[in-house]
């Protein structure tokens, strides 16, 4: 383990993903620090905050040897040219997720519970019901792509964070602002955790990815999770995970689940469909069934993950099967996740969030074919908020599939503005924001008509 001392000299790169943050916590506790902005998306004024706080910047790379550590993303490319010098010389480089760790020790932290949720899916979504079941009995507040909330009053602390590692200290100080003095954090991470959870979770590694300008699988940063782990802690995991990362530490507490029907994990379904399902569970004595009802608010389906990983990481806690039961009942569903709502006489089917892509997109429109209406598709990205975009040839692989399903299709982002050109049916829109193409549907539709909404962005 790299253990940042108060006399190293560190480097901090990539500022566009959290290491802004980074980069000014650790200029109270180490040495000089300089922060290189690999994307080079920050604007001279934020250049120049930072140079005037004393942490020198670059646009360009640095000498590595000129440098104790260096702190790098998980996800930038293995061949950038300061990690390379790095390897050649054996200078040690800290990941954001295993910096913000440390950096967490500044943090009264002792007597909470800090639950930290990744995966490739369901991220959200299992947080969310997490925080609905763990507030019936705690103070909870969660991070998550819907931002920092303080579930005892229902508000939202702050907005506008990403999932980065480093928001987890933002997060933490916007709690502290507000003089709010929760007992559970809920985070959700991307690509990892930071090693100060109590519990961890990996809701699942399907759908596998690329990251590091193909350097690297981003299941293989996930997999930090495992090692990162603090001792005695829990890990509530996947068995996709599972049987993607093979054996586990010792000294760690496994807690296995499954969105399936898999009787060798503690927490899995015995039966799931549109209509409910039961969850069954073995946890040493504690053993029973967790049903779940027919929804009219969303797609249970898409759910399945989170009612699952909830419900695991729940009864680690020690909360009642019952109250399990009855919070699942209650639930509405989650903003921008397979949600079904009113919206001017028509039916919205919001599946626009951070984490969809062409599966999800097709799955939404099956969704929405059993509700039996005109279909008014709004797909696409709002790049400028979401890393990873929507690919173009994806979009257009199902617009050659399923064009003749829909009525209408509202194109949303820069990308995609060429498949409107020539557009001989004229039954193609486009729209440069989620928002607008969400009141163009309007105006293209009637009562009763379905609206569906899909778009990848940060909400």
Known sequence: MIHLKSSSKVCVLDLTHGGIVIARKLKKIVGPVSAVDVYKTLGIAELSALENEGINTSRDALKATDFDLLVAPM??????PMLVEAADNNIPVLSHHEAVGQLLEDYDLDDKTIIEVTGTKAKTSTSTLLAEILSRGKKVVSHTSRGVEDWGTGTIIKKGLSITPASVLTALDAVREAGIVPEVF??????????????????????????????????????????????????VINNDALRFFGA?????????????????CNVYYENISSKGGVIAYYLGKKQGRIHIREAPDYDISSYKTAFAGAAAVALVTGVDAGIIERAFREFKGAEGRMRKISLEGRILIDNSNSGMDIRSAEKALLYAKAEGGRIVMVLGEEAKEVCEGLDPAGVKRFMDKHMDELEILILVGERMKSFTNNNINKNIYYADSLSKGIELAKQQTHEKDIVLSCVKCFR
């Open 186 to 235: 809920i985070f959700e991470i991307s690509l990892g955790g930071t090693g100060c959870a109590d519990i961890g979770v990996i809701t699942t590694v399907a759908n596998d990815y690329p990251i590091a300008n193909n350097t690297r699988l981003a299941s293989e940063a996930k997999r930090q999770m495992i090692l990162n782990s603090k001792p005695g802690s829990t890990l």
């Open 248 to 264: 586990c530490r010792r000294d760690i507490n496994i807690v296995s689940f499954s969105d399936s029907v898999n009787a060798s």
């Open 75 to 80: 996800h930038l490319d293995l061949n950038y």
